[in-house]
Structures are given as structure tokens and as C-alpha cells.
């Protein structure tokens, strides 16, 4: 079976400079989705034009809009670079500018021309679970982040806080404290 390889990490989007360059709707959704999970990112939008909710996105959530076509000048002090323009031409320049930088690029919609993948995200309290199809469906990826976020209970941020306090409270080695966790939790994943 094809499996996927992928390495998913957790950014603090907050210490990272974004820049999506595109102002349209494939731009629109990938700044929704990025500051429904990230409210504090720090991004950039690069186009000669804006859709208005873009514009109020932008204004909730403190990103900065630059009305001017791309320009590999805009890359610099980005950690990481999301191309949504309706050119593919212009895509594929940000794709091998940000090669030469070393930047992370994503060519929003086209796979090949991807260093990461955006994900289904599900964000409960200080949980969060990131779902990738390894670019096969995004579709799927979606629905599985609609179904955990229905049937992940939102009171499962009360038991990561009780387990942190519980955590500080106890004594002794590494050891102890990891088969004390460990004891503690195990009906979680006892079989019913
Ligand atoms: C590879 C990837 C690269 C990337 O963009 O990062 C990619 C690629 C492509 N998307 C396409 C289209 C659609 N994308 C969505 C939705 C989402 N797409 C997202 C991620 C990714 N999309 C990355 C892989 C993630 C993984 O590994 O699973 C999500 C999860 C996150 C996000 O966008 O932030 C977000 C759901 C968020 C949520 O709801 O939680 C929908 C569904 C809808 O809108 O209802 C459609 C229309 C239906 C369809 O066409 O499938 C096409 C075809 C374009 C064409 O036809 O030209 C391609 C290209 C291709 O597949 O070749
Ligand atoms: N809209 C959709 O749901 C989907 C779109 N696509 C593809 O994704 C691409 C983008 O789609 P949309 O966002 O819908 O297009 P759009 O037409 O809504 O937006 C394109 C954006 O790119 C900007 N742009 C054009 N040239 C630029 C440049 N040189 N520098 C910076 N920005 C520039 C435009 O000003 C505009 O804001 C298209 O190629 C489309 O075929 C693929 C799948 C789904």
C-alpha cells in the first residue's frame, strides 16, 4: 500500500514571516484556513488586487496587504511562501525564487510545486490534529477534519490541563513520572 512520508510539524506561525502571494479565492481560502488555525501568524499578501473579504481578513488578523504585482524582492525575510495567483508562469517563478533562497514554498493547488502541504486542521483548547491525504484528496482531508471536530470532545483541553497539573505534583525520576502518566491515562486507550 502507498503510504504517506510526510513530516508534519507545528509551526509557531508567530515567529515566522508568511507570504502568500495572490489575492483571489484559491489566496482568500488558504489565508482562512491558515488564520482560523493561527491567529497570530505573521503573513503578507502580495497582488495587484484584492477580493474585500480578503481585505477584512486582513484587518481582523493584522496581516499586511501590498498592492503591486510579485516581485522576488517580496521574498525577503519570508520563512515560507504560499503562490496563489491565477498565472501559472508567475507560480512557477515564485516556486524557483524561493529555491534559490532556500525558502519553503507552497504552489497552492499543485503538488509537484510543493516544499509542505496545507492540512485538514482540528483545533480543541491546546489540542490540535493536522490530517493529510499526502496530497490525494484534499476533499477527504476536509471531511475527516469536519468529522474529529465533531466527535473530539471539547472538554479534552480540561484533561490536558488536569494532566499537566497533576504532571508538576509529582516526584521522583524520569522513570516514576512516565509510569505514573502512563497508569493514569491507560483507560483511554483500553478496549471497551
Ligand atoms: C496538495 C494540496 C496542496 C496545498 O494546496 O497545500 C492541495 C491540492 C489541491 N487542492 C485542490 C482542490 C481543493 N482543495 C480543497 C480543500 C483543501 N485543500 C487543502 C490542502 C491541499 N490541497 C494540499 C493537500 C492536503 C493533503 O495532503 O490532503 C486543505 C486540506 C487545506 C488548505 O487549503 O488550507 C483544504 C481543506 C481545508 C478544510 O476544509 O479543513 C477542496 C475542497 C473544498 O474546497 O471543498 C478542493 C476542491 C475539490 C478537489 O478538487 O479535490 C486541487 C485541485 C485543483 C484543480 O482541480 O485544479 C489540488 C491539486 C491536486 O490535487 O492536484
Ligand atoms: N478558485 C478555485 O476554487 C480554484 C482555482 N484553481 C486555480 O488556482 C489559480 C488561482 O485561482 P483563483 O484564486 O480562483 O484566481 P483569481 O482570479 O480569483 O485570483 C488570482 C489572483 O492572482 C493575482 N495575480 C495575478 N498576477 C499576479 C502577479 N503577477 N503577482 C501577484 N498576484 C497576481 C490577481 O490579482 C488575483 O488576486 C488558478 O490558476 C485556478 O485555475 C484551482 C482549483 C480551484
Redesign the pocket.
Known sequence: MERNNLYPIFLKTSNLQILI???????EEKLTFLTKSSPDAKVTL?????RKATKDLARKFDVELITD??HAKYLMGKHMVIA?????E?NIQVYNDCRSFDKLVNV??NPPYCDFYMGGIVTKGNVKIAISTNGKSPTTAKRLRQFFEEVIPEDINKMVHNLNEYRKTLKGDFEQKVDKMNAITQKLVEKI
Do not use: E, I, L, R
Open positions: 502571494v495572490g489575492g483571489g479565492n484559491v489566496a502580495v497582488a495587484p488586487m484584492f504585482s510579485y496563489a495567483t491565477n498565472v501559472p508567475v497552492a493547488d
